[in-house]
């Protein structure tokens, strides 16, 4: 089976560029969360969507913008690119909103000039 | 959600069984804990979970005492594979697994040959 895919692997934005980043979560699952991940740091909630809805929201600027499709797939958009938007920013799906365990995918690097 | 400590690294050698504890004192009752283990420019990957006593699967066991302020993650005659950098989440089992808990700097356990 496949797990949670993303793309792309690695990006180069330069400062006040736009990027998008996609997820697709493990086939039946519903729920998908966005994290950021600065280099020597643990991973930092953005957002979970379920069944299309949003479900959680980190602390995160609003130049942080998420959505998830009828496919469950999502995208995290990110506006007006700073230096310190540089992470690995992951996806994790679970079956539904809450209980289950999540799944990670292997991330997309970003890199902001 | 519960603030979590652990060590920053720890060494170990091939055959060893490693410890690795993660103190939340201000651990609350319906919170659960959960361990991931995190390989380099992968994403996080579930290890345990737990919620009192001891919880053990084919890959590690957790330990968690009466007062439930801290937990240990014990990992069996680790191998060189096991290097990785590992963390503690304290949270309500729906929000842990649903992904609005927050990662702490985890421990970076080296294993020598």
């Known amino acids: 089976d496949a797990g949670v895919t993303q793309s792309p692997t690695h990006l180069i934005k330069t400062r006040g560029q736009h990027v998008t980043l996609r997820c697709s979560p493990i086939?039946?699952?519903?729920?998908v969360s966005w994290y950021q991940q600065v280099l020597g740091q643990g991973p930092q909630f953005i957002f979970q969507?379920?069944?299309?809805?949003?479900?959680g929201r980190g602390n995160f600027p609003d130049r942080f913008s998420a959505r998830q499709f009828p496919n469950y797939s999502s995208e995290l958009n990110v506006n007006a690119l700073l230096l310190g938007d540089s992470a690995l920013y992951l996806c994790?799906?679970?079956?539904?909103?809450?209980?289950?365990?999540?799944?990670f995918g292997p991330g997309t690097r970003l890199l902001v000039l | 959600l519960a603030k979590t400590t652990q060590p920053i690294s720890m060494d170990s050698y091939e055959g060893q069984e490693v410890n690795i504890t993660c103190s939340h004192n201000?651990?609350?009752?319906?919170?659960?804990i959960t361990w991931y283990q995190q390989f380099p420019s992968q994403g996080p990957r579930f290890i345990i979970q737990?919620?009192?006593t001891k919880v053990t699967n084919e890959v590690a066991s957790l330990f968690i005492p009466a007062d439930r302020k801290s937990s240990t993650l014990s990992l069996p005659r680790v191998s060189l594979s096991d290097t990785a950098v590992y963390y503690c989440?304290?949270?309500?089992?729906?929000?842990?697994?649903?992904?609005?808990?927050?990662f702490g700097d985890g421990t970076t356990l080296t294993v020598k040959p």
């Open positions: 994790a799906s679970r079956t539904s909103g809450g209980g289950e365990t999540q799944y």
């Open positions: 737990g919620y009192k």
């Open positions: 086939s039946g699952h519903k729920s």
């Open positions: 969507y379920y069944e299309k809805e949003e479900r």
């Open positions: 201000n651990i609350a009752t319906n919170d659960y």
């Open positions: 989440l304290v949270g309500d089992i729906d929000n842990t697994n649903a992904g609005k808990s927050t």
